[in-house]
């Protein structure tokens, strides 16, 4: 039975066991509601409950663990790797195994596929007496390209494969039926007049939210464990001293590399300063504008318009400053003044990427200055105040808090930008004050470093990590001060 199919026998059941158990209860209550413990309705979804929950532990458990099982039982058949000395060999070792498997289970599905459409006959679950070279046509008649041509061995191996799928397969069926209906038996078991229903249902929901909440931070651990054990390995490789404070990158794969962190933190600042320039001004601008000047009427037609940018992918952005502000900037300000002839520069990147961060601060101001106090300005205006120092001398001053706090995200979200600094800032590793001259990011060499065929136990490599790692403190640490400066003085103003 398929992974869909199950899920909705299993759905069916839950279905069913939400009617039987809202009926047996009520029956135990003599049809009267004011007899039961819970709503009728608490006691359907505990059966609902107790079918699903233990028949989906089970299916999840086992599409994780029945490959893992499966590929080591394979493993086996195929020829055993000779023991290696340098970690390089045993990369390639490691890579060697992972496409024979990967040719294993190509052989596995292709023969299903051509023995269900008649193109040719079973193979015997051993693979003896096969014809390699009639089953490597039918296998190519059906679509199915391999990594080399079929050996005994990676025939017998895929013969195993599609047995250990089948029995596995049968066995996730029945396995997680059982527990469905053990789940249905169980619950149909304890419904009764008296059962607290519902404090059972409220606590498996609230297990559910407490593991949906989880995701977040589980994550988070994830990504650092694997940024800092990577890291950790490049440092064993390179100096840390150079790495932070070399004045050079140059990354080459046959050696001699220098990774100097200094001319990428220089090129992210740089950039991010400039967008900051103008996403700030126009951000908070606008937002003042829509919360104390515009017309209910002008406010609900140009705030949709205004986030509208947040929803336009950055690679269009990209395309942006490639065809558009760059060419314009080299044409009309960097040539005339004798600045450089590039249309990749800082400045480039810098104002598109402030384009993109104008929603960003315009949406998080205007819902700070909207939740400043009515009686704040009421009061200034009965002290005789005008509008205008109204908002420059109670609104604002109220509201900066908040507004800084958006200010450092957005600062944070232009630090980590890629795609508009690769299209529109250049790939130039440099120390330089000319806005308009072509500089880069360390989001763009993290891509670099990790693209195309790549050895991850060479510092060329490691680099990438290191670059993330560091990426990684730079923007945490500005959230961190966003939420003090937030947190610190908002309760001033309340």
């Known amino acids: 039975m398929s992974t869909v199919l199950l899920l909705g026998v299993v759905l069916v059941l839950a279905a069913m066991a939400f009617v039987l158990c809202r009926g047996r209860a009520l029956a135990s209550a003599g049809g009267d509601m004011r007899r039961l413990h819970s709503l009728p309705e608490a006691y359907g979804w505990h059966g609902a409950l107790m079918v699903?929950?233990?028949?989906?532990?089970?299916?999840?458990?086992?599409?994780?663990?029945?490959?893992?099982?499966?590929?080591?039982?394979?493993?086996?058949?195929?020829?055993?790797?000779?023991?290696?000395?340098?970690?390089?060999?045993?990369?390639?070792?490691?890579?060697?195994?992972?496409?024979?498997?990967?040719?294993?289970?190509?052989?596995?599905?292709?023969?299903?596929?051509?023995?269900?459409?008649?193109?040719?006959?079973?193979?015997?679950?051993?693979?003896?007496?096969?014809?390699?070279?009639?089953?490597?046509?039918?296998?190519?008649?059906?679509?199915?390209?391999?990594?080399?041509?079929?050996?005994?061995?990676?025939?017998a191996a895929a013969q195993k494969y599609r047995s250990l799928s089948a029995i596995g397969l049968t066995a996730r069926t029945v396995f997680t039926l059982i527990a469905a209906l053990a789940g249905l038996a169980a619950a149909i078991m304890l419904t009764q007049k008296d059962f607290r229903a519902r404090n059972r249902v409220e606590a498996v929901i609230k297990m559910l939210l407490i593991a949906a909440s989880s995701v977040a931070i589980l994550t988070t651990v994830g990504i650092?464990?694997?940024?800092?054990?990577e890291t950790l390995n490049f440092f064993r490789l390179y100096p840390v001293s150079d790495f932070f404070f070399g004045l050079t990158w140059s990354p080459n794969f046959r050696g001699n590399s220098e990774f100097g962190l200094i001319p990428l933190v220089w090129g992210t600042l740089y950039i991010t300063l400039i967008s900051m320039l103008v996403a700030v001004p126009l951000g908070l601008f606008s937002a003042i504008y829509l919360a104390e000047y515009a017309s209910p009427r002008t406010r609900n037609v140009i705030k949709p318009l205004i986030e509208v940018i947040a929803g336009i992918p950055t690679v269009?952005?990209?395309?942006?400053?490639?065809?558009?502000?760059?060419p314009f900037l080299r044409d009309w300000v960097a040539q005339p003044l004798g600045l450089g002839d590039s249309g990749?520069?800082?400045?480039?990147?810098?104002?598109?990427?402030?384009?993109?961060?104008?929603?960003?601060?315009?949406?998080?101001?205007?819902?700070?200055?909207?939740?400043?106090?009515?009686?704040?300005?009421?009061?200034?205006y009965g002290l005789g105040a005008t509008k205008s120092e109204t908002i420059r001398q109670v609104v604002l001053p109220a509201a900066l808090p908040g507004i800084v706090g958006a200010i450092l995200m957005a600062g944070s979200r232009a630090i980590g930008e890629t795609m508009i600094v690769s299209m529109g800032a250049g790939a130039a590793a440099k120390l330089d004050l000319n806005p308009f001259e072509a500089m880069t990011t360390m989001t763009v060499k993290i891509v670099g470093q990790l693209t195309g065929d790549t050895d991850?136990?060479?510092?060329?490599?490691?680099?990438?990590?290191?670059?993330?790692?560091?990426?990684?403190?730079?923007?945490?640490?500005?959230?961190?001060?966003?939420?003090?400066?937030?947190?610190?003085?908002?309760?001033?103003?309340?």
Request: net charge negative.
């Open 52 to 155: 699903a929950l233990p028949a989906l532990a089970v299916l999840v458990l086992w599409l994780i663990l029945q490959p893992v099982v499966i590929a080591r039982s394979v493993g086996a058949i195929l020829p055993v790797t000779t023991t290696t000395q340098t970690a390089d060999e045993a990369q390639s070792a490691q890579n060697a195994e992972e496409l024979a498997l990967m040719d294993v289970r190509r052989l596995a599905a292709g023969i299903d596929s051509a023995v269900s459409s008649g193109q040719m006959a079973e193979v015997a679950p051993d693979g003896a007496g096969a014809d390699m070279a009639a089953l490597q046509e039918a296998l190519a008649a059906s679509g199915v390209a391999l990594g080399g041509a079929i050996t005994p061995e990676t025939l």
């Open 224 to 229: 650092i464990y694997s940024m800092l054990s």
């Open 316 to 326: 269009v952005f990209g395309l942006f400053a490639l065809v558009t502000v760059g």
């Open 344 to 380: 990749s520069s800082v400045m480039t990147a810098g104002i598109v990427i402030g384009i993109l961060n104008i929603p960003f601060v315009s949406s998080l101001s205007d819902d700070i200055i909207n939740a400043v106090p009515q009686s704040l300005r009421d009061g200034s």
């Open 456 to 494: 991850f136990a060479s510092p060329e490599t490691l680099v990438a990590f290191a670059l993330g790692m560091t990426l990684f403190v730079i923007t945490l640490g500005l959230n961190v001060l966003a939420l003090y400066v937030v947190r610190k003085y908002r309760e001033q103003y309340e």
